[in-house]
């Protein structure tokens, strides 16, 4: 599973090893302060486009709510959004202003960061194939994510698409969803998340103890949500990365719905598996996982009727314990037979909540309506003293 | 008490009376979508099902409520009752073994002539020559020789007597009256397994036991007897006394087999026991579970080369047997192969389950290094013993054979009440379809048997070569200890063999039984949990372990199920995680996982 995406950050890592970095490096170096100019100008501009489009939503927003009350809150938002944005954009050109007086040690850090990044970037590509080491959390994982947040730090920095440029770097891999080459930071940075992603998600399926379990889904959908949301800024295989993160996200869901069986709380636990199959029921034919996700679906409408049916089998227990404790003969040899039945299953599977949970396990049970059989109905009260035989007409 | 239950209505009160929560499911959460909405109402729309037994409900929980109380844990408070009753009427008195009544007489008095009187006087020389047996018969006899009536029963019912009137030497007493015993006692036992049998000889008042013990003894005794006799007339020509010996052969090796079956069970217990103590300490204690074939071949070896000093030094004052040494090699060779043997196993074991092997290999290795020198003690026994035919021993073996003879009474005794030790302690004397009184009297016939042909053995006047013709009792009456040694060594290859098997470790490793009681029950689950997850050195699946705890306890597995449940909530330092597929976890480990992250 996920074979091809899963390799794809160590042909990033390669990829970085290869190419000429410390030209790139270099070449940003040297016109330090002209690109960092460029760069934040670059910024100051892009908040400004924010802004305009901003007060352009909070002007449509202000002549909706007459007719719309409830837009309300989203003008709040939006306002609460310029405000922030103004305030960076004022944080931005004071950037601009004094950069001359801090290029010496904007210099120095990059230096250092960029050095830790290249290390980083060796580390994981050591690597390679140690499946134990890469799916240990403090190992490799923390490695993926410690390259990860240092890319996304130096970025912070400096433009890392000009180092890329100078350095000729062109990263070509194999996703699932096919080739790819690409030369642009955010892009590859898309691919890494993808892979680390992928990754996870992996081993977060191949693992038996829940908690790792989700452990894995949890940092895998967190991966995928970031890689789905810079797919979306880019316009790049959006579709195909935001329906991986439903599968993660799908795969997370059913995972904490899981150990709210484990918790006894089934009735939650079958809302959470059918949000999973909701989650996952959009990944649609053509998407290369799309199997995985139909498999996933599956486990989630098996297990939202498996929570349920404990609910219902655990009424069941209650009642047959309440007839055999007061009933004789045949009934209670059925009753008997039935709560050993249902004890011996349920604690097979999910583990018997403790007695004294089990009332209000029952609380949050459904029932379709009742309903009286034609053949059982009868008439209401009728007749009176002096007759009785108006009972017996038919 | 009250307070509670009255807690526990209020919230149910509250909670029927509440509106639809928004968090419960929407009727699409029955798993059907298009069905309609106002079909399924929710379970507040109207008074539930269960609703009906509102009051019963609550009086259920008041009376579990007083249940709990009771005890000191809560949640372990359901179905005690049940087998505290089970408990109660399975006590066995002290010193039940000789708590039979007449039985136990009969038995301890055969016990004191044939062994006691016999070792005490030859020892203070007051028996040279002649049989004990004899001359308490003839002590008996003497005094109804005046009343001519008696003296015919007495003569019908004492084996040939009219034999031993026409030919002093064929004094054969001895072996046929501990046929007899062995015979009668093996019956007794094997009717004593009926409850209608026990019902008849050990309840009920005393005089009435003591009758009924009476007169099913010597009705079984005297028909046993005469029953030798009638054989010996119909078949006189096949071997005079050979059936009596074969009787007496049978009772001998069952007990034997008995003991090497015990010893070998007590050197599996302690394999188990060290075994337990080890797996807890972590890394040295798995290096020493590695290395300890070498020490066992060592001390296997070691105790081999001084055994053959031993030999030496036998031949100085005569006594040698060409078989000797060959035997010994033979034992060795088995012995080396059941260390080996195993240890390649482990090696060739995969990765994911040598550890547990390991321990498994330990286990075996300790119960190598027990039932060594129990091997070669048997041995030793049996070529220094006399043999029940021999006459013509020289006074330094006679001696030696005499020490033997001790040591070998000495160990028997030793063995004896060893074993029924543990087997009160362990199953209340109860082993395998045997219960209590048929167990006890089981051991009773067989140990007639042994002390019988020690007698035989032991008396000054050897058994005339009666047996000589038949191989086949001369095996049984002298060569049990060498039959032990074969059935040890069968044994022992069988589990070896059996080794590479996945439930080798839960069969092979004896505990001690757990006390019916679910207190108990819950933490030995939980020892035996703790101890299984450091021979796994890692999670396992609860599912695989129900039927292991379910014959450990000698529960059903259902039983076995719901003590693990509430061993579960009576620990917190185990989890069970996981749903279908429930492992057992250690949260120790959990906590070391999250401190590296």
């Known amino acids: 599973m996920f074979d091809q995406s899963k390799e794809m950050l160590f042909d990033i890592c390669k990829a970085w090893q290869k190419s000429d970095v410390i030209k790139g490096v270099g070449a940003y170096y040297d016109n330090f302060e002209e690109l960092s100019a460029d760069r934040i100008q670059r910024d100051i501009d892009e908040y400004k486009k924010a802004i305009t489009d901003l007060n352009r939503r909070a002007s449509e927003l202000k002549k909706e709510i007459k007719k719309d009350k409830e837009k309300q809150a989203t003008l709040e938002e939006v306002k609460q959004n310029l405000t922030s944005r103004k305030s960076e954009l004022e944080a931005k050109k004071k ?147 935001d329906k991986l993160f439903s599968i993660a996200q799908g795969c997370l869901v059913i995972g904490l719905g899981t150990q709210l069986l484990e918790t006894f709380e089934y009735s939650r636990a079958a809302q959470y598996f059918l949000k999973a199959r909701e989650i996952l029921k959009v990944v649609s034919g053509d998407h290369p996982h799309a199997s995985l996700a139909a498999e996933q679906a599956a486990v989630a409408r098996a297990s939202a009727s498996d929570a349920f049916n404990v609910l219902y089998m655990l009424n069941s227990y209650v009642n047959w314990k309440m007839v055999s404790e007061n009933a004789s003969g045949e009934l209670k040899s059925i ?22 949970k089990i009332n209000d396990i029952l609380g949050s049970m459904l029932w379709p309506k009742p309903l009286l059989p034609d053949e059982a109905k009868f008439p209401a009260r009728r007749g009176f003293k002096a007759d009785i035989s108006v009972l017996f007409e038919d | 008490m009250t307070n509670m239950a009255k807690g526990k209505r209020k919230s149910t009160a509250k909670k029927a009376s509440s509106p639809p929560d928004e968090s419960e499911p929407v009727p699409e959460a029955a798993g059907v979508e298009n069905e309609q909405e106002t079909s399924t109402p929710t379970d507040q729309d109207y008074e539930p099902e269960w609703a009906m037994y509102d009051a019963e409900l609550e009086r259920h929980v008041e009376e579990s409520d007083a249940d709990t109380e009771q005890e000191l844990s809560q949640d372990l408070g359901v179905q005690t009752s049940v087998t505290e009753k089970e408990l109660a009427s399975d006590k066995v008195p002290r ?72 030919n002093p030497n064929a004094d054969v007493q001895a072996l046929y009256i501990s046929a007899g015993f062995v015979l009668t006692f093996m019956t007794l036992s094997l009717l004593s397994t009926k409850h209608r049998v026990t019902h008849f000889l050990f309840e009920g008042s005393a005089i009435k036991r003591f009758f009924a013990q009476l007169g099913t003894f010597f009705l079984l005794f005297i028909l046993y007897i005469q029953a030798l006799k009638l054989y010996v007339d119909f078949f006189p020509d096949t071997n005079d006394y050979g059936i009596a010996a074969d009787f007496l052969a049978i009772g001998a090796t069952a007990w034997i087999l008995f003991q090497g079956y015990a010893l070998l069970t007590a050197a599996r217990r302690n394999g188990t026991r060290v075994e337990g103590a080890l797996v807890k300490q972590g890394r040295l204690a798995y290096a020493f579970a590695i290395i300890l074939p070498v020490f066992v071949i060592v001390f296997i070896l070691l105790l081999t080369w001084g055994y053959f000093v031993f030999l030496g030094l036998l031949t100085l004052i005569h006594i040698s047997a060409p078989s000797w040494p060959v035997v010994i090699e033979v034992i060795l060779g088995a012995m080396l192969v059941f260390c080996l043997l195993p240890t390649f196993i482990v090696a060739a074991t995969r990765s994911s389950r040598r550890r547990q092997k390991v321990y498994d290999n330990l286990v075996i290795q300790l119960t190598n290094f027990f039932m060594f020198p129990y091997l070669l003690f048997n041995i030793t026994i049996y070529y220094i013993l006399p043999k029940t035919q021999s006459s013509g021993t020289s006074t330094s073996t006679g001696l030696l054979s005499q020490i ?70 001369n095996i049984f009456l002298d060569g049990q200890y060498w039959v032990v040694d074969a059935v040890v060594v069968a044994l022992m290859l069988f589990y070896v063999l059996a080794f590479g098997s996945r439930k080798f470790g839960l069969y092979f490793r004896v505990r001690d039984q757990v006390s019916r009681q679910d207190h108990q029950r819950i933490d030995f689950i939980h020892e035996y949990l703790l101890e299984e997850y450091a021979r796994r050195n890692g999670m396992f699946l609860v599912a695989e372990m129900y039927d292991a705890l379910a014959t450990l306890m000698k529960v059903d597995t259902f039983k076995a199920m719901q003590l693990v449940e509430k061993m579960r909530v009576a620990y917190s330092d185990i989890r069970i995680e996981g749903v279908k597929k429930r492992y057992i976890v250690l949260v120790e480990d959990k906590k070391k996982d999250t401190k590296e992250a």
């Open chain 1, 95 to 241: 950037e601009l202003v004094t950069l001359p007086k801090q290029v010496k040690s904007l210099k120095a850090e990059f230096d250092t960061e960029m050095k830790a990044l290249l290390k980083g970037l060796d580390d994981l590509a050591k690597l390679r194939g140690q499946d134990a080491k890469l799916r240990d959390e403090s190992d490799g994982i923390a490695q993926i994510e410690f390259v990860l947040l240092q890319f996304v730090g130096v970025n912070k920095l400096v433009e890392i698409d000009e180092i890329i440029k100078e350095a000729k770097l062109e990263i070509k891999v194999t996703s699932d969803s096919g080739e790819k080459a690409v030369k642009e930071f955010r892009k590859m940075l898309v691919l890494f998340m993808e892979s680390a992603g992928t990754r996870l998600l992996g081993y977060g399926l191949g693992e038996s103890l829940l908690s790792k379990k989700v452990m894995f889904f949890q940092k895998a959908a967190t991966m995928l949500n970031r890689s789905s949301n810079i797919a979306k800024m880019e316009k790049f295989d959006f579709a195909y990365h």
């Open chain 1, 335 to 356: 009753a008997s037979i039935s709560i050993r039945n249902i004890e011996e299953w349920i604690t097979k599977q999910y583990g018997f909540p403790p007695d004294d």
């Open chain 2, 95 to 166: 010193f039940f073994p000789v708590r039979l009544g007449f039985l136990s007489f009969m038995f301890l008095a055969f016990f004191t002539i044939s062994v006691l009187i016999l070792n005490i006087a030859s020892i203070i020389g007051l028996v040279t020559n002649g049989d004990i047996f004899h001359q308490v018969l003839t002590i008996i006899q003497t005094p109804m020789e005046r009343v001519p009536v008696l003296l015919q029963i007495f003569n019908f019912i004492v084996p040939f007597s009219n034999i031993q009137a026409l």
């Open chain 2, 404 to 473: 033997f003879l001790y040591a070998d009474l000495v160990v028997t005794i030793v063995m004896l009440l060893m074993a029924l030790r543990s087997a009160s302690a362990r199953t209340g004397y109860r082993f395998g379809p045997l219960n209590k009184h048929s167990f006890i009297l089981f051991i009773y016939a067989s140990l007639a048997g042994q002390f019988g042909i020690r007698y035989l053995q032991s008396r000054p006047s050897p058994l005339p070569s009666i047996l000589g013709s038949s191989t086949s009792n």
